[in-house]
């Protein structure tokens, strides 16, 4: 079993519309919790971080489930721009120095 | 300016061939990694270096060694090429002083393809 696992879609959804993906981790010790996103043939770089309360970054909502073991990422109102890979991520230390990542659920906003 | 750098970008080579890919941060972190990905897959660890003198296997350090020449630079080494190594590697820095939550900034990529 994948220690973080991922729905790899693909996803396509209208613009403006509402998308929500999921992610499961199996190692119960994982302490730090982020979304990366990556557009094709880049670099993953950091979209936010999760944290136990649930947080929001604009149309960008995160949510953290440690008793089911899972993590999502809502997007509201969805942009052309957000077409990318969303790459789920997990770490079991505080100080995030080794991550482990899912890979990747791949998303596409059609006009 | 860029602030993680990998050269080469992309190269071919054949199996058997020594290949060194290097990257250089500016961005002042102590911490340095080296992943590979494959298509369906995350990326995956394959070294790591929190500083000059620490360096750490990762999940698929076997077939690949690493150096790290200084702060701001760490170089990823095939000894011996071997097609399923054919993937793309990033690199990856951190920085280890300001406690949690500590984001990893990642190069460019370099496509290495082994035939």
């Known amino acids: 079993r994948k220690e973080v696992e991922q729905d790899p879609g693909p996803f396509n959804v209208p613009e403006g519309a509402t998308v929500a993906f999921n992610c499961t981790y199996s190692n119960s010790a994982s302490q730090s919790f982020f979304w990366y996103r990556q557009d094709c043939r880049k670099e993953p770089k950091l979209l936010m971080s999760v944290y136990s309360s649930g947080n929001e970054d604009g149309r960008f909502t995160a949510q953290l489930n440690r008793a089911s073991q899972y993590i999502s990422l809502l997007i509201r109102d969805s942009k052309l721009s957000d077409s990318a890979t969303y790459l789920c991520?997990?770490?079991?230390?505080?100080?995030?120095?080794?991550?482990?990542f899912g890979q990747g659920t791949r998303l596409t906003i059609n006009p | 300016d860029a602030d993680v750098t990998q050269t080469p970008r992309n190269r071919i080579t054949k199996t058997g061939k020594r290949i060194m890919l290097e990257c250089s941060q500016t961005?002042?972190?102590?911490?340095m990694y080296w992943y590979r990905q494959d298509p369906g897959l995350g990326l995956q660890l394959i070294y790591y270096?929190?500083?000059?003198?620490?360096?750490n296997k990762g999940e698929i350090s076997d077939g690949y060694s690493v150096s790290r020449q200084a702060q701001a630079k760490f170089s990823l080494s095939l000894e011996s090429a071997i097609p399923n190594q054919t993937a793309l590697y990033f690199c990856?820095?951190?920085?280890?002083?300001?406690?949690?939550?500590?984001?990893?900034?990642f190069g460019p990529g370099t496509r290495l393809t082994v035939l």
């Open positions: 961005k002042g972190h102590d911490r």
């Open positions: 990856a820095t951190s920085d280890g002083t300001s406690g949690t939550y500590n984001e990893q900034f």
């Open positions: 270096s929190f500083d000059v003198k620490d360096i």
């Open positions: 991520v997990v770490s079991k230390s505080q100080g995030a120095q080794k991550l482990v």
